[in-house]
């Protein structure tokens, strides 16, 4: 959109504060969810266990450590679906999020840098 905006030069294109954007984005939200209650929920999202453990076999882990680091990250993506998370955020976003939390919580090092919104679905950084 910005580059269709780009390429208008008589265009005017106020800047958007952080609070208009975060506004717009509530009234997004709020709007997807009355279209998913019209639709009934029926909606299908993809689960992101196969990412999770993706990520987690590529870590150099005896295969007992691999085992109880999987434990907690599928957990911490369990956790993600009972917030809002699966509706806004792709499965990679909760996938890397969950082994982020994971690597935190059994002192693990990775080079993860999760969406910082993610994590704010769990209320943690």
């Known amino acids: 959109m910005k580059k269709k905006a780009?390429?208008?030069?008589?265009?005017?294109v106020p800047p958007i504060s952080n609070l208009m954007l975060s506004s717009?984005?509530?009234s997004v939200i709020f709007h997807e969810f009355l279209l998913l209650e019209e639709i009934g929920f029926n909606v299908s999202?993809?689960?992101p266990y196969k990412r999770i453990f993706k990520f987690?076999?590529?870590?150099?882990l005896s295969p007992t450590a691999k085992n109880n680091f999987l434990r907690v990250a599928y957990g911490f993506g369990t956790d993600f679906f009972k917030t809002l998370a699966p509706?806004?955020?792709s499965q990679k976003d909760i996938a890397e999020a969950?082994?982020?939390l994971a690597a935190r919580a059994t002192r693990v090092s990775?080079?993860?840098k999760?969406?910082?919104e993610t994590l704010q679905f769990l209320n943690l950084q």
């Not at 780009?6 to 005017?12: D, Q, S």
């Open 98 to 100: 969950s082994v982020y």
């Open 110 to 112: 990775t080079d993860l």
């Open 6 to 12: 780009e390429k208008i030069p008589n265009l005017l």
């Open 24 to 26: 717009l984005k509530d």
């Open 56 to 60: 987690v076999d590529n870590l150099s």
């Open 45 to 47: 999202v993809q689960l």
């Open 87 to 89: 509706l806004t955020k």
């Open 114 to 116: 999760p969406d910082l």
